[in-house]
């Protein structure tokens, strides 16, 4: 009983054998954990060994019962709601621990991932500063930032575009794998032929030698 209520808070999705990793994967501002994004990324992960746990922040939550849509809690309440999956996770677990989310749960996750003595970080299309707004950066902290971390980026990111993020300061620990004609969702242009579902599958693969080579 004690694992069933535990696990009510995520959406767990595990490879057929012992995991090599556990992720805790945070969604971005517009989906949920259930997005088919999430979903698909989830998928392949387990098809390479690695165990991910998704979860709502509490607004994504509240939108659900409610079948409305709302607005991102402020910073502060994702903050301490990261802190609480992670305290959840531990106090039912144990061990390394990966931090991971899409654009808004992944830079959450980037602004803790130090303080909770992560074992790595992954940001899939980190939001570097808000669309339409470049000088409003969101950099400060990865400058400095300690844990090893995997940015999956879109070339043509409205949120950090390869040129963009070229100029940037970033930590050591930072690698950033681009994808190629690909937006804030990595979603590729058709002339890449390279499909959105394909994307992920890259992406997952990227991650999931990541996670093997830094863990």
């Known amino acids: 009983m004690a694992d ?12 057929a054998g012992e995991p090599l990793a556990t992720l805790l994967l945070a969604h971005g501002a517009g989906a949920g954990m259930d997005s088919p994004f ?12 690695i165990r991910t746990l998704r ?6 939550a509240r939108a659900r019962a409610e079948g409305k849509r709302r607005p991102p809690n ?18 039912a677990e144990g061990g390394p ?26 940001c899939l299309g980190y939001p570097f500063h808000p669309a339409g707004k470049p000088e409003r950066l ?6 400095t930032l300690a844990t090893p971390t995997l940015i999956v980026q879109g ?32 979603k590729p242009l058709k002339r890449s032929g390279l499909s959105h579902s394909q994307a992920l599958v ?4 990227w991650v999931a030698a990541f996670v093997g080579t830094s863990g």
């Open 74 to 91: 402020p910073a502060p309440v994702l903050l301490e709601h990261w802190r609480a999956m992670v305290a959840t996770w531990r106090a």
């Open 38 to 49: 999430l979903q698909q990324l989830a998928e392949e992960l387990a098809r390479r060994e």
């Open 55 to 60: 979860f709502d922040f509490p607004y994504m």
């Open 138 to 143: 969101r950099t400060d902290h990865l400058a």
């Open 4 to 15: 069933e209520l535990y696990l009510d808070s995520f959406r767990e999705c595990r490879p």
């Open 202 to 205: 890259e992406t997952a693969a």
């Open 155 to 186: 070339e043509r990111d409205a949120l950090g575009s390869r040129e963009e993020v070229a100029g940037y300061a970033l930590a050591p620990s930072i690698r950033v794998q681009w994808i190629a004609t690909a937006d804030h969702d990595l």
């Open 97 to 122: 621990l990966w931090l991971a989310g899409k654009s808004m749960g992944g830079r959450m996750a980037s602004l803790l991932a130090d303080e909770l003595d992560a074992a790595g970080l992954i």
